[in-house]
């Protein structure tokens, strides 16, 4: 190939890397989870959502799934005290959760899961909090399945362990581990959203029951453990994306069924209501 052919095969290739969608755990991923737990919800668990969400600029789940996020820019008090609540760090602990190691003062996502959900259940509470309750609870069980949210104390959760993709990252430098895993994996799928959500519901059989957030956790846990999730060069390729990420859209098929039944359950009419 002469230079000027291969330089121009190497603008159309930088033209279509450009113009291809970019799919990621971060804003979309969560927007799945809370998608697919949407639809799993009971008839009058829905109309409590929706009582709830009234108001919002996009009043379902998938419209608050990244609010708690978003606190960093829009209340920037609220985001820090709920800084700690996004992720939990056990790998260290050979996945195994402690209370009081691991979430001192319930500052970590395992115990911000419990209490917001326990908010929103209590109709005792003021309407505001409750709302608050359930946008932190639609956030944060999308976090503990992501496995660099429960892994390493060391490397901040795969923050600290640089790595470069096949294609690079678009400025042209490197990314790290966690990026990868809330990104990186997703960044060439030429999938609309909407085929995605319907494959990942297929994915996720219906919970009964939600189960607890130490469990899942320490199930996250034990993907960021694994054998290859960290990979032996900085350098990955294409077999490490086709290995990894079903792995990471099974997490967000199981993050959407749990988020389901946590929500059938914490809203479920009581008599006493």
């Keep these: 190939m002469t230079r000027t052919a291969l330089a121009i095969a190497t ?17 979309r991923g969560h927007r799945l989870v809370a ?14 959502v929706d009582a709830l969400l009234r108001g919002e600029a996009e009043p379902t ?13 829009n209340d920037p008090d609220l985001g820090r005290r ?20 691991h979430c001192r003062s319930g500052g ?50 795969g923050n600290s362990t640089q790595i470069n993709q096949p294609d ?3 400025d042209g430098r490197g990314t790290n581990l966690h990026s990868l895993w809330d990104s990186g994996l997703f960044r060439d799928m030429q999938e609309s959203e909407a085929a995605q959500r319907a494959r990942l519901t297929g994915k996720g059989a219906m919970a009964a029951d939600a189960g607890d957030p130490a469990g899942w956790a320490e199930g996250a846990c034990r993907i960021a453990t694994t054998d290859g999730v960290y990979p032996p060069r900085p350098k990955i390729d294409g077999r490490y994306i086709a290995t990894w990420r079903p792995v990471a859209e099974q997490q967000i ?15 479920a009419p009581r008599d006493d209501d």
């Design 108 to 157: 970590c996502v395992v115990e911000a899961i419990r209490t917001q959900a326990a908010i929103l259940a209590d109709t005792r509470q003021p309407v505001d909090a409750r709302r608050q309750a359930l946008k932190f609870v639609v956030h944060f069980v999308g976090d503990v399945h992501q496995p660099m949210h429960a892994g390493y104390a060391h490397d901040r959760g």
């Design 61 to 73: 789940l998938g419209g608050v799934a990244t609010w708690a996020d978003e606190l960093r820019a």
């Design 35 to 48: 998608d697919i737990a949407e639809a799993q919800l009971q008839p009058q668990v829905r109309a409590q």
């Design 11 to 27: 603008f159309a290739a930088g033209l279509v890397l450009a113009s291809a969608p970019a799919y990621a755990w971060g804003p």
């Design 253 to 267: 098929a199981l993050a959407g069924s749990r988020l389901a039944a946590l929500l059938n359950h914490a809203l």
């Design 168 to 170: 690079g990252t678009r």
């Design 82 to 101: 709920s800084a700690s609540w996004h992720y939990v760090n056990i790998a260290e602990q050979d996945c195994n959760y402690d209370a009081d190691r």
